[in-house]
């Protein structure tokens, strides 16, 4: 290198700091095609076919995203008529169980409606004798009474039962009669 700055000032010209020598510029130029050669033929055509296999797997993956979200919609709406099918069911079987409880509860309501008629009608019937029982037994009770004291007013003995009967008998109409005219 000494030699050629010796060179080079004996010469009298001086290079350009810049601009390097012919020789490097042609070896540089000769490796730089080798090494474009090279990447243009083995490197590019390999990276190409990894971005293509990336796209490839990415489309694929949306392809396969689709699908899965078209089957999950087609599942909700499945979901969703049977919800709505389970709804309408729950609500029949509600309505039949309110019918069914409206049956059961009036045929127990007419079940104890006529329980409680036959076991009543036996007490108005023992009701109703027993009253016709103390009515008979009033009407001899206030006859027995009504003919003693006729006797007594009378000064006689009324001996017969059929017309002291009779007597007793339109006594106790009569007095009924102005009873219920009274009211």
């Known amino acids: 290198m000494i030699n050629a700055v010796i060179l080079a000032a004996e010469e009298g010209a001086t290079p350009n700091p810049?601009?390097?020598?012919?020789?490097?510029i042609v070896w540089s130029a000769v490796v730089f095609a080798i090494i474009l050669i090279a990447f243009w033929k083995v490197f590019?055509?390999?990276?190409?076919?990894?971005?293509?296999?990336?796209?490839?797997?990415?489309?694929?993956?949306?392809?396969?995203?689709?699908?899965?979200?078209?089957?999950?919609e087609a599942a909700l709406q499945e979901y969703n008529a049977q919800l709505a099918g389970a709804r309408q069911e729950a609500?029949?079987?509600?309505?039949?169980?309110?019918?069914?409880?409206?049956?059961?509860?009036?045929?127990?309501?007419?079940?104890?409606?006529?329980a409680a008629a036959r076991i009543a009608q036996p007490a108005h019937s023992q009701i109703e004798a027993g009253r016709e029982s103390a009515v008979v037994s009033r009407r001899k009770e206030v006859g027995s009474l009504?003919?003693?004291?006729?006797?007594?007013?009378?000064?006689?003995?009324?001996?017969?039962?059929?017309?002291?009967?009779?007597?007793?008998?339109?006594?106790?109409?009569?007095?009924?009669?102005?009873?219920?005219?009274?009211?």
């Not at 810049?18 to 490097?24: F, Q, S």
């Not at 069914?100 to 309501?109: N, P, R």
């Open 44 to 72: 590019l055509p390999k990276l190409q076919k990894m971005l293509d296999e990336r796209a490839e797997a990415i489309e694929g993956n949306i392809a396969k995203a689709d699908e899965a979200q078209a089957k999950a």
């Open 18 to 24: 810049l601009l390097p020598a012919t020789y490097d």
């Open 146 to 183: 009504a003919i003693d004291l006729a006797s007594g007013v009378v000064g006689e003995q009324l001996t017969d039962d059929a017309k002291a009967s009779a007597l007793v008998d339109r006594f106790l109409a009569d007095l009924e009669a102005s009873e219920k005219a009274t009211k």
């Open 91 to 114: 609500a029949e079987i509600r309505d039949a169980a309110r019918a069914d409880a409206t049956k059961i509860v009036s045929k127990a309501k007419d079940d104890a409606t006529s």
